[in-house]
């Protein structure tokens, strides 16, 4: 009998380097050294109680079966205000499903916008998944180079220039991981004037400093917006997000979901419901503090000697550095966990990324440790 072999879409997907890098270092931990994670993608907060809370009681209240596919209307009702509250949109309930993560939303959405062979366009650098998930659709991420001279922001020129018959959606991430960067209004607007649909990812929503805030629904009604529980409100284990659509899209997103997942968890629906509609004050506070060590980890690193862009949003710095794959290797034989930069994308190479979703007096401890160590790599 032939032996089992990954399909050629198993084969063009690349590896999940943060997940990579980060099992090195717990294999360090584990042989009693001591090592400060800054690799991780997820906020070191506690999920809020009320929040924890709302998830037990709808435990104990026996709310343990499946859901509407679409999600609890409660949620989608709280989702629409939301929106509407935030940023002065309107966002029909009936084009909200819940979803386990914004990771499947992101999925299923590429997947009901592409055939085989059709184009995603997308900045470069990007989040991992993008083009990941592209490929395994066995469709093409057409990358848009940005950089730290332009702000990282992706040019609606350089996307109009781009785009073909086989193009089938822009997909945008602001604030954006690995850089922190939020998209101006202007580019917003720009992208969504230009007739092709738009997926904005806006999972790092919320975590957003000094900078203005805004959706791309805003500027277009042809968008499919992403988003989810994971980061504002801690709670990246509940698995749950969201995606907003237009109604062409949403019919056949509730079938994929319907097949796929059936629902989104009950009990981390009930404490989504609570994380939207309960006090906000733990959100506050974590924004402070999240701002507080990216000043630091910031200025820092300038002082350094390394060009890093001040971020607006999210918790990452992507700071540039002379052979980042060398320097990652180094910092980590001195218990500093960082990510090369060449993981998300060719134009992020000459790049690393600093996730500061670690405490303050860690975040000062591994700024100690990499000091001595910068000297060699400018
Ligand atoms: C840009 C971006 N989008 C989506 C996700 C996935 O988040 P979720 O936990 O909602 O699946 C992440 C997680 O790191 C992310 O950085």
């Given at each position: 009998m032939d032996e089992m072999h990954p399909s050629q879409m198993a084969r063009t997907v690349t590896s999940f380097l943060v997940m990579d890098v980060m099992e090195r270092a717990n294999i360090l931990a584990s042989e009693g050294r001591d090592i400060i994670h800054l690799e991780v993608g997820e906020p070191d907060f506690d999920t809020p109680d009320c929040i924890r809370k709302a998830a037990y009681e709808a435990m104990q209240h026996g709310r343990t079966h499946y859901t509407d596919s679409l999600g609890i209307p409660e949620l989608r009702h709280a989702i629409a205000a939301h929106y509407g509250k935030t940023y002065g949109v309107q966002v029909d309930e009936s084009r909200i499903m819940v979803t386990a993560g914004s990771s499947p939303a992101l999925l299923m959405a590429i997947a009901c916008l592409v055939d085989a062979g059709d184009e995603i366009i997308m900045s470069d650098?990007?989040?991992?998944?993008y083009p990941n998930f592209t490929r395994i659709l066995k469709a093409v991420p057409h990358l848009v180079p940005t950089g730290s001279a332009d702000g990282f922001q992706l040019d609606p020129s350089k996307v109009r220039d781009c785009m073909?018959?086989?193009?089938?959606a822009v997909l945008i991430n602001s604030?954006?991981?690995?850089?922190?960067i939020c998209l101006d209004a202007e580019h917003m607007k720009a992208l969504g004037s230009l007739g092709i649909p738009i997926i904005s990812d806006?999972?790092?929503?919320?975590?957003?400093?000094e900078s203005e805030q805004h959706t791309i629904l805003e500027f277009t009604d042809n968008a499919v917006v992403i988003n989810g529980f994971s980061k504002a409100y801690a709670?990246?284990?509940?698995r749950v997000g969201y995606v907003s659509a237009p109604p062409e899209l949403s019919e056949a997103l509730l079938k994929v979901h319907q097949y796929s997942?059936?629902?989104?968890?009950s009990l981390s629906q009930a404490a989504a419901l609570e994380a939207l509609t309960g006090p906000q004050e733990s959100v506050g506070e974590m924004v402070a503090e999240f701002q507080k060590r990216r000043n630091l980890v910031v200025s820092r690193l300038n002082h350094m000697g390394l060009e890093c862009n001040m971020p607006q949003g999210a918790f990452y710095v992507f700071p540039q550095v002379r052979d980042p794959d060398l320097f990652v290797a180094e910092a980590l034989k001195r218990g500093v966990v960082l990510v090369p930069g060449a993981s998300f994308g060719g134009h992020g190479a000459g790049h690393f990324r600093l996730s500061y979703a670690a405490s303050y007096p860690d975040l000062e401890e591994s700024m100690d440790r990499l000091e001595s160590l910068v000297k060699s790599f400018l």
């Open positions: 650098p990007y989040y991992a998944c073909s018959e086989a193009s089938k604030p954006a991981n690995p850089t922190g806006e999972i790092y929503h919320g975590l957003v400093y709670m990246t284990g509940f997942t059936a629902c989104a968890s």
